[in-house]
Each structure stands twice: as structure tokens, then as C-alpha cells.
């Protein structure tokens, strides 16, 4: 099929690019010249593992192309709306990008091609769309099918989904998307068929309900830290109920990422315009917001403001470039408040927070570097690279022997052999 993509940051360029190699020809759109200029060369634009392999063939196939110019997309059989949907400072979810990119397609493509709503907009919004186009003397009908992955493993959720979302208005629209997603086998993966409106309230009941069982761990690991309890086996113990299971147990420094942090607050917004009280999602909201200083605290409880310290991941999560809206970043930037000298390591997100200009901050590429003259070191971000260093070389640089895991991520015996102090969440190993 021809398929066109608007927007090509996390979500547009794995679903071009991946939907390339099931053998459909797709136009990329993306208004921003130099990331069209770095795809179109073979260049991947975002960290994201196997992405740029996958990349470089389906642009020696003539699969794929990228452009800033609309009129490429020209006789698509479809067209994926990809763009970035921000929180605005009430809440709710800023549309304009999808506005944007909707009237472009409606003024240059036939009214045959589909267009699909991949960017997470709130509940009723295809609805609205569809009347935005009538209004404008348009017929083009307007679908959804909001995107499950997970930034550092996309290329993998793509081909292994749990499920796939489709919201309809009428049986042509299923044929449609039966035909896109052929390769589908659905003996492993059920697609669901459903409304709009209740396809756009899965994506973001489901971004809630796991923020919610993140902001609840978190909290049993403050009781945990205060009775003597140990947050990762009480994590394991739970996970192991299938009622419940094991993802999105792991405590940690609160959630963040370009997506939970503003989709929950878009939620609560609806609900509250709609006159419904969500006092579950509200307090994992606040409890959230409320972790960061917490951590922030935690650190001051232990190095006194002022200090050098080494501030290993800024990246909101493992595996990814991303420091949008990142827990790290968020507490980095109330340490520099309390004018913290933070040296900063990341394995992939250096460039990314680097462009962030914060104060009293050094970006380092290697890890040993920015442990200098630093009192301690606090682990913000779960990659491996930083479970694997030399801890032993790592003991002769720091100054104060000190290590604050927030992601429980390090081994206590080979770090407390190494002749640190560790401090963990949720859990007191140094009894
Ligand atoms: N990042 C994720 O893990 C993830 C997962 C699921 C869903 N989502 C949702 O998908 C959407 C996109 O997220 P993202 O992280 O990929 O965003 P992003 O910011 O990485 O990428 C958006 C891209 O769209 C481009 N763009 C904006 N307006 C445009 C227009 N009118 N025409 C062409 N290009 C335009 C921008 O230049 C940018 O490159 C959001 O609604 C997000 O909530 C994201």
C-alpha cells in the first residue's frame, strides 16, 4: 500500500520505517529540514536499537523517502498522523500540530485516502476532527490507532505488539486497516476493533493505570525505607501474581517521559471538564510530582548543598535519547537550585540534555570524567553500561565513596567491595 507518515520523531520514524520493511511503499513527512535531511542520507534521527539498519534498507529499496514537501503524499492509501501533542499549562492536550497536519493532507490528498490518528489525542478528538474537515467542505474520513511502544525497545514492540488499537466509523475503514497490518498473525496479537472515542480512551487509560502502579511503588518503598522492609523483593513478590504482574513495579525516582507525565494530566483534565472526579489518577499525579524534591531530599540528607556530585543518566529511561520531561532532569534541575554542581554522564542522551542549557551542569561522554572531584555519585537513569563500570577505578576518583541508587540498579556486593557506601530506594542494605 502507499502510506503516508506525518512526523517523523519517535513514533513516525519507527512506524515508516518498520511498516517499509512489510513491503509498503511510505512517504515520511516531517517539517523539520534537517531531520529530513539526516533520514533521507540514512542517518537515524533518535536512539533507538536496530532502527537505523532497518533504515538504510528500506532506503536502498526505494521503500521509504523523507520530505518537508506535503505534495508527496499525493495518492496515499493512507496516512498516519505522527506529530507531537504537548501538554499545554492547564493540562489539557495542545491539538495544534494535528490541526495543522490535518489541513495540509485535506488540501492536498483525494478524499479516498484514510486518514489515521497515531499522535495520543484525547478522547472524542478523531470526532472533532471529522467535524473540522466537514466544516471545511471536506469528505476525508478520520480513523485511530494509537501507538503501544515503548522508546528503547520500539523496534522490537513493533513486531511483537500485545495488541493493536483501531477506532472506526464503518466496516471499509476495517479493510483498510486489515490490509496495513497484514502481517499481522492474530493467533499472538488481537486487533481491536472499536469507536474512536474509546480507541483514543484506551491509549491514555493505559498510560494512566501504569503511572498509577508506579507512583504506588514508589510509596510502598518510602514505608519500606522507614520499617525495615526491602522494596525489590516485596516488587518481586507482588509481580508474581499474575492478577497483578511483574511490569511497572520497579521504584525509582518518580515517572517522567514525554508521554505519562502530560497524558495523565491531559486525562484529568477531560475527566474534570467532563464533571467526573478521577481522585485515583489526581493523587498518582501528585504523588509523582511530589517525588522528585523527595529525591531531592534524599540526596541533601546525605551530601550538603554546594557540593560536586555525578549525576550518572539523564535519559528518562534506559535505552533511549530522550530527556523529555525526565525524572533526571527534573530533580538535576532542583539539586542546581540548591547550587549543586552536577557533572552529567549519559549513554545516550548527552546531546539531548546537553541542548537543555542548564546551569551549574558539564555534560561528559565518559563516565570516569565526570566523576572528578565529585562527593558522590547518583544513579538517576537503569542502563547496564552503568552497572558494568569499574567500580573499583570509580572508588579512587570519588571523593566521598558514595553512591545513591535511585533505580536499585547496582550490585552491593561488588559496589561495597569496591569500598562504597550505597543508599538505595526502598530498601536498607547497610545494616
Ligand atoms: N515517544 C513515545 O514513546 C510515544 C509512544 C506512544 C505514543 N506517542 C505519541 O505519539 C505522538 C508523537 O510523539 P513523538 O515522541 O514521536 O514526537 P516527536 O516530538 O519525537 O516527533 C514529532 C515530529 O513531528 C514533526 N511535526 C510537527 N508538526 C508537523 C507537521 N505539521 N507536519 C510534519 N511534521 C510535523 C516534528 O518536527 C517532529 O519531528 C505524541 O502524541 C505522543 O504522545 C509517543
Known amino acids: 500500500m502507499k502510506i503516508g507518515i506525518i512526523g517523523t520523531g519517535y513514533v513516525g520514524l519507527v512506524t515508516g520505517v518498520m511498516l517499509s520493511r512489510k513491503g509498503h511503499n511510505i512517504k515520511s513527512i516531517d517539517l523539520n529540514p534537517k531531520i529530513v535531511e539526516k533520514l533521507q542520507s540514512g542517518i537515524c534521527t533518535i536512539h533507538e536499537s536496530g532502527l537505523e539498519k532497518h533504515l538504510g534498507d528500506s532506503l536502498k529499496e526505494s521503500k521509504i523517502s523523507f520530505s518537508s514537501d506535503y505534495k508527496d503524499l499525493v495518492c496515499s492509501d493512507a496516512i498516519f498522523i505522527c506529530v507531537g501533542t504537548p501538554g499545554n499549562e492547564d493540562g489539557s492536550a495542545n491539538l495544534g500540530y494535528v490541526y495543522s497536519a490535518i489541513s495540509s493532507v ?47 525497545s520500539a523496534v522490537f514492540d513493533f513486531e511483537n505488539p500485545d495488541r493493536i488499537v483501531c477506532g ?3 466496516e471499509y475503514q476495517k479493510e483498510i486497516f486489515n490490509k496495513i497490518y497484514y502481517y499481522i498473525d492474530i493467533k499472538k496479537t488481537p486487533i481491536i476493533f472499536t469507536d474512536t ?6 491509549k491514555y487509560s493505559s498510560n494512566s493505570f501504569l503511572s498509577v502502579k508506579l507512583s504506588f511503588i514508589n510509596e510502598m518503598a518510602n514505608l519500606c525505607e522507614k520499617i525495615g522492609a526491602n522494596i525489590d523483593d516485596l516488587s518481586k513478590g507482588m509481580g508474581m501474581d499474575k492478577r497483578i504482574g ?42 509523582n510530582l511530589s517525588r522528585y524534591s523527595m529525591m531531592r531530599d534524599k540526596i541533601m540528607s546525605f551530601v550538603l548543598s554546594g557540593s560536586t556530585i555525578t549525576a550518572l543518566g539523564m535519559a528518562f529511561k534506559a535505552g533511549t535519547d530522550d530527556v523529555r520531561d525526565s525524572p533526571a532532569v527534573n530533580i538535576i534541575k532542583l539539586l542546581v537550585q540548591e547550587n549543586f554542581m552536577v557533572q552529567c554522564c549519559d549513554v545516550a542522551g548527552n546531546q539531548n540534555f546537553a541542548g537543555l542549557n542548564l546551569p551549574n551542569c558539564t555534560v561528559h561522554d565518559n563516565p570516569y ?17 552503568f552497572k558494568n563500570l569499574d567500580y573499583k577505578k570509580a572508588s579512587s576518583i570519588v571523593k566521598n565513596k558514595l553512591i545513591i541508587d ?16 550505597i543508599v538505595n530506594i526502598g530498601k536498607n542494605l547497610n545494616k
Not at 472526579?277 to 504523588?287: G, P
Open 106 to 152: 485535506i488540501e492536498i490528498c483525494d478524499e479516498s485516502t484514510l486518514i489515521i490518528i497515531k499522535s495520543t489525542v484525547p478522547p472524542t478528538s478523531a470526532v472533532k476532527f471529522q467535524e473540522f474537515i466537514r466544516q471545511k467542505g471536506k469528505k476525508h474520513l478520520v480513523t485511530s490507532s494509537p501507538e503501544f511502544l515503548r522508546e528503547g
Open 168 to 170: 472506526i466509523t464503518d
Open 197 to 202: 472515542t474509546t480507541s483514543e480512551m484506551i
Open 246 to 287: 511483574s511490569l511497572f513495579l520497579n521504584a525509582g525516582p518518580g515517572y517522567g517521559g514525554s508521554c505519562f507525565p502530560k497524558d495523565t494530566n491531559a486525562l484529568e483534565y477531560l475527566a474534570s471538564k467532563n464533571e467526573i472526579e478521577t481522585l485515583v489518577l489526581s493523587s498518582s499525579i501528585k504523588s
Open 369 to 385: 570524567e565526570a566523576m572528578h572531584q565529585s562527593e558522590c555519585i547518583v544513579i538517576f537513569t537503569e542502563w547496564d553500561e
Open 406 to 421: 535511585l533505580r536499585n540498579l547496582l550490585d552491593y556486593e561488588k559496589v561495597t567491595e569496591a569500598g562504597f557506601k
